[in-house]
């Protein structure tokens, strides 16, 4: 089945692909909306380049004014540098900006406007209106010390930021073929070392887990994961790659 890029996509009922697809990029942006009863979450809403499409996207399927939760789940450019602009468009004066702390003390310098909910201040976690439960992990280095990874516990699935992203010649939005090459090059660039990645996989293989949705690359389900897994716990990356360092 061809997936239509243009619009939002489903990865379940409640959980939106809105995205950008650029055809000339190697690196693809994954925006995710999680769609509960009385509350939306919009998880690394991504770039100020890709904010137009990104919004006419999350407009297609929700009014963002019911916007509650944007979850920033590290600093970078293109997980949240649109923030600003989506928080005047979300324009609610209770609208919470969720990092971690390591992270909010450098995203105030975007200029926003919102409360920041610290999630290590919050025992790591969110509790919707519904009771619907997020868990953040914080997954420091990974690539960088206020990174933090969300699982929604109702659905089981993970949010995974950088970790597990990918850099495609002919990209796909869910895992295909050789899913595991494209994301070593990734990770060998921007992860600080396998010593450091090998003790996050260790923690995730004791999740469960029925889908990880990454901010780069494919979305995984079923066997991929623990493929995955299993494949990053030996990737050597970053400083190991380095000569003349030992890690
Ligand atoms: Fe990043
Ligand atoms: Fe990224």
């Not at 990865?11 to 693809?28: P, S």
């Not at 310098?109 to 914080?138: C, M, N, P, V, W």
Request: aromatic share 10%.
């Amino acid at each position: 089945m061809k997936i239509d890029y243009d619009n939002p996509i489903a990865a379940t009922r409640e959980i939106y692909w809105v995205g950008f697809y650029d055809e000339t990029a190697h690196l693809h942006c994954n925006p995710y909306l999680l769609i509960d009863e009385d509350d939306i979450v919009f998880i690394d809403p991504g770039s100020i380049p890709h904010f137009p499409t990104i919004m006419r996207k999350v407009m297609d399927i929700v009014n963002p004014e019911d916007i509650t939760y944007v979850v920033a789940q590290h600093q970078d450019p293109d997980v949240c540098g649109n923030l600003a602009v989506v928080e005047d468009v979300i324009n609610r004066n209770d609208l919470k900006i969720v990092a971690h702390s390591n992270c909010v003390r450098l995203i105030r310098h975007l200029g926003l406007r919102s409360e920041f909910y610290a999630t290590d201040e919050h025992d790591d976690k969110l509790i919707l209106k519904s009771g619907r439960e997020l868990q953040f992990i914080h997954t420091p280095y990974l690539h960088s010390p206020g990174a933090i990874v969300t699982y929604d516990v109702k659905t089981q699935s993970l949010f995974s930021s950088d970790i597990f992203a990918a850099i495609y010649q002919d990209w796909s939005l869910f895992a295909s073929g050789d899913f595991l090459t494209p994301m070593e090059s990734f990770h060998q660039k921007y992860m600080p070392s396998n010593h450091i990645l090998k003790h996050c996989m260790e923690k995730f293989e004791k999740m469960e887990l029925e889908r990880i949705l990454p901010q780069h690359g494919s979305i995984l389900e079923n066997g991929n994961i623990i493929k995955a897994i299993n494949h990053l716990k030996q990737l050597p990356c970053g400083i190991d790659l380095i000569d003349g360092i030992e890690s």
